[in-house]
């Protein structure tokens, strides 16, 4: 071990991502790089041509004789359950045997010698069915009198309905906020290898190993330690890997056991996009009483979201929309509703925020249509509501501490110049022209923790083997957001070695049990806790046999960069170690974290969901052509809170990733389905991300380094996965004030997300003639 006063790859260290040089050479290996056993066979999904119907025959025999088919699985070949809904709602079969409920639903799976005859012969399938009528958006499932998929959640504080009567001024109004595919570079994809008895091991590509492994099991009919899954990383997630992996899991696992050979499934991208739930589309209604200074009196909000055909997640992502809808603001009287609407669609699911990004969008809504009716700039709207002593109650009852927003928004106001160059943009709309400018200046405050206060838990495992090395597993799994890297970075820190000492493997149920999803930004929280628990047991035992063994006081063993001091001694880690083994010390641990004082009694609206609070500011300059609603995003300043960061330069990455994949959300990404209930934005041809071109000209990304959190996290360190998906509700909002300014800021444009070039036009076009 080098003689260097720091070790490599320190909590707080900017570390390379542990697969970056695999990412980029192509080395890393992905489960379809996963070398195939001999005798390997590929499953495809055959599913309905119908948005909403019944099923009245199923001819497959022309499947079932086509070239390399070797087996054809329906609903009563399921040996276990038929259901994969994360939920235990029982209301997502794996294959339907009777009502349709969308179109694509999976009704068969065709196991043959390659993927190309499993997908040909899915093609000959004779499928007779009974349409009936289908909805596949909010308005249509309303006026149709389609049912709720999960039960609504109400907040309420205060009486709003007084308070919004008497208040000076009082706005109602309306907004749509579109869905968005999660389109993750690497598929949904399981390889399913059967196991003697009732075993089966897969590898996958999902976020949510437990959950896998326990659908497989019900499905399978076995208790759940036969079944392991296995995740060495994903290519990428985004919430989209969260459930809908363990209807592919299922049916590899199914078709594995049932012929006793390895069975691969990966869907092409069409079908993947046509079967795998979205962000949830929302329909907000609002009506808003302030005074004439611009602060809020009242707030009742509706919150609609299309769902689909299963409860999947619905649930839980509308009762964070709500969480969500004050976003950085206080509602002295506030009532907050959710409306979980079921569609013939495929069933929504998880996405970057859970719900939280459509009940922000829904208070700078709020905050926008009150600067305009006021004439003021939304960023003195914005301050004069911000959460402060004496109004600092959630519409949850939780109180928010430690609010550094007002230090943040003041930094970034001066850092970006916002004053200087909102004047300049003033003035260069005034000008009149095709061009026209806007800025924005917008906050965000988001929550931490799982709002279902169990998933709030998790295990690690370590070993430190007898000659230094050590080995690192917990149930976070790896998607490219850096979580190996940070987690291993603990352990450095805590034994004082170099991060090269330290294996990271892969994530496994064999090892780590009853995990939770790597979801909700909790991934370095939770398991990185777990992590530094298992270190610090065994770093006990190790303290203790030193002041054993050499005759010192407990406090004179000390951990320095590569060796241990003992007393006088100053020993080489490894050697060190080898004499704790040789000692026969235990050298490995399981370590537990569950995060502390969250509550939450759904039944109420009341409670402490949230462990603690980020936040975040992001100012956003935009142009947009009156004459084709094309936008462009001149220069966007993001000034963003993780507390004391682990890893800053996988921070900045996180940061900046979210916000080129939340502008992508409310500027170009828009789902469209047609009048048979087809989703017809289902491949990069129809559906567009954003490009390389599409990020902003100018991009000054900065940590708030100052920021520490009071909570005693990980290191001091705050969750940064989620939180910075809503920086670019600026880039929006600075859109809208583009488009406002064709009638000279006297109209609030109400723009719908996502603001596409059509959108805008039409904007524009409605504002000329007002």
Same mark, same amino acid.
């Given at each position: ?26 080395? @890393?290996?992905?489960?379809? /790089?996963? =070398?195939? %056993?001999?005798?390997? !066979?590929?499953?495809?999904? $055959?599913? +309905? ?93 309303? @006026?149709?009198?389609?049912? /709720?998929? =999960?039960? %609504?959640?109400?907040? !309420?504080?205060?009486?709003? $309905?007084? +308070? ?102 990966? %869907? ?503």
């Amino acid at each position: 071990m080098k003689d260097d006063p720091r070790i490599r790859g320190a909590a707080h260290d900017s570390l390379i991502h542990d697969s970056a040089i695999k990412h980029v050479t192509g080395r @890393a290996e992905y489960t379809d /790089d996963i =070398t195939e %056993p001999a005798g390997t !066979l590929h499953a495809y999904i $055959g599913g +309905a041509d119908i948005a909403h119907g019944r099923m009245t025959a199923l001819d497959l025999a022309a499947v079932r004789t086509a070239p390399g088919v070797v087996a054809v699985l329906t609903a009563e070949d399921i040996p276990g359950r038929n259901d994969v809904s994360p939920t235990g709602l029982m209301d997502e079969p794996i294959f339907t045997d009777d009502l349709i409920q969308y179109h694509g639903q999976p009704i068969f799976a065709v196991v043959a010698t390659t993927r190309d005859a499993a997908r040909r012969a899915c093609a000959l399938a004779q499928i007779t069915t009974e349409a009936l009528p289908h909805a596949t958006d909010i308005d249509a499932a309303e @006026a149709a009198g389609y049912p /709720d998929v =999960t039960a %609504p959640l109400t907040l !309420l504080r205060g009486d709003p $309905g007084p +308070a919004l009567a008497s208040a000076p001024h009082r706005i109602t109004g309306r907004m749509r906020v579109g869905g968005q595919d999660h389109m993750y570079l690497e598929g949904q994809i399981a390889l399913a290898i059967p196991g003697e008895d009732d075993e089966v091991s897969l590898s996958a590509s999902t976020q949510h190993p437990s959950e896998a492994q326990h659908m497989v099991a019900h499905a399978l009919g076995v208790p759940s330690n036969a079944v392991v899954i296995n995740v060495r990383r994903m290519g990428g997630g985004f919430g989209g890997k969260e459930t809908q992996m363990n209807l592919f899991c299922a049916i590899a696992a199914i078709a594995a056991k049932r012929l006793g050979r390895a069975v691969k499934l990966r %869907p092409d991208r069409d079908q993947d996009m046509m079967i795998t739930g979205k962000r949830h589309d929302f329909r907000i209604d609002y009506d808003c009483g302030f005074d004439d200074q611009g602060r809020i009196l009242a707030v009742d909000g509706v919150f609609a979201a299309r769902c689909g055909w299963s409860a999947d997640l619905s649930g839980p992502v509308t009762d964070r929309a709500l969480f969500h809808a004050d976003n950085a603001y206080y509602y002295p009287d506030v009532r907050l509703r959710s409306r979980p609407i079921k569609t013939n669609t495929v069933s929504n699911t998880a996405f970057r925020g859970f719900g939280g990004p459509q009940g922000v969008i829904a208070a700078e809504r709020m905050i926008e249509e009150i600067a305009y009716a006021l004439g003021r700039d939304p960023l003195e709207v914005r301050r004069a509501n911000f959460y402060r002593e004496g109004g600092d109650i959630t519409p949850y009852h939780q109180r928010v501490e430690d609010n550094i927003l007002p230090r943040l928004v003041d930094e970034l106001e001066a850092s970006s110049d916002y004053q200087a160059r909102r004047a300049r943009v003033l003035e260069f709309n005034a000008k009149g022209g095709i061009i026209r400018k806007g800025i924005a200046l917008t906050p965000v405050k988001f929550g931490i923790s799982f709002t279902a206060t169990w998933y709030n838990q998790a295990g690690a495992l370590v070993h430190v083997y007898n000659d230094g090395s050590i080995h690192l597993n917990h149930g976070g799994t790896e998607m490219g957001q850096g979580l190996y890297t940070k987690v291993a970075q603990v352990v450095a820190d805590a034994f004082q070695v170099d991060i090269d000492r330290i294996k990271i493997t892969k994530t496994t149920t064999e090892k780590v049990p009853n995990t939770s999803a790597t979801a909700a930004s909790s991934g370095s929280d939770l398991n990185g806790m777990a992590a530094l628990d298992a270190c610090e047991q065994i770093k006990a035992r190790l303290v203790e046999f030193a002041a054993r063994h050499w005759s010192v006081a407990p406090d004179a063993v000390q951990f320095m960069p590569g060796r241990v001091a003992v007393g006088a001694q100053v020993i080489p880690f490894n050697e060190f170690i080898h004499a704790a083994y040789m000692a026969r010390v235990q050298l490995s641990a399981a370590g537990f974290y569950k995060t502390p004082e969250i509550h939450w009694n759904r039944a109420e609206g009341k409670g402490q969901p949230f462990y603690y609070f980020a936040y975040g500011a992001a100012c956003s300059e935009v142009s947009i052509d009156t004459l084709t609603g094309e936008t462009r995003v001149d220069r966007a300043d993001v000034l963003h809170d993780v507390g004391r960061s682990l890893n800053p330069a996988l921070d900045l990455g996180q940061v900046e990733g979210a916000f080129v994949q939340g502008m992508g959300w409310l500027t170009s990404e828009e789902l469209a389905w047609d009048d048979k209930g087809r989703l017809r934005t289902h491949a990069p041809s129809t559906y567009k991300i954003p490009l390389a071109s599409d990020r902003p000209r100018i991009f000054n990304v900065q940590l708030a380094d100052w920021s520490e959190n009071t909570k005693p996290t990980i290191k001091r360190s705050k969750a940064v996965g989620e939180p910075p998906f809503m920086l670019p509700i600026s880039v929006f909002e600075a859109i809208g004030m583009a488009v406002a300014s064709v009638a000279d800021y006297r109209i609030c444009p109400r723009l719908d997300a996502p603001a596409t070039p059509e959108r805008v036009l039409m904007a524009v076009e409605r504002l000329k003639q007002a």
